[in-house]
């Protein structure tokens, strides 16, 4: 059986426009505030001996203070660039 070449044929698309980042609501960024604390406790927990928490415990806590301080951090830094940008 023999193969039939296909020819590759370019095509201008048209770009897509993005909208702008959407700012935060300051509602967004107490619940990832509280979401952090949260995951600190079992952490510092672990780091200052001052309670018994299983190693699954710390290692899922440890994840969710990476994540959520990493979005609290990117948020945070979004509202305060909009709150510049507004303020004359």
Known sequence: MTSRPN?????????EIMAPASVPERGD????AMLL????????????RLGRFGAGTV????????????ELWLEVRTFARARRMSSP
Do not use: S
């Open 59 to 70: 290692g899922f806590a440890t994840a969710c203070v990476l994540v959520t301080g990493r």
């Open 37 to 48: 604390a949260v995951n600190l406790i079992p952490v510092i927990g672990e780091l200052a």
């Open 7 to 15: 020819p590759l044929r370019l095509v201008v698309a048209p770009r």
């Open 29 to 32: 960024l107490a619940l990832m």
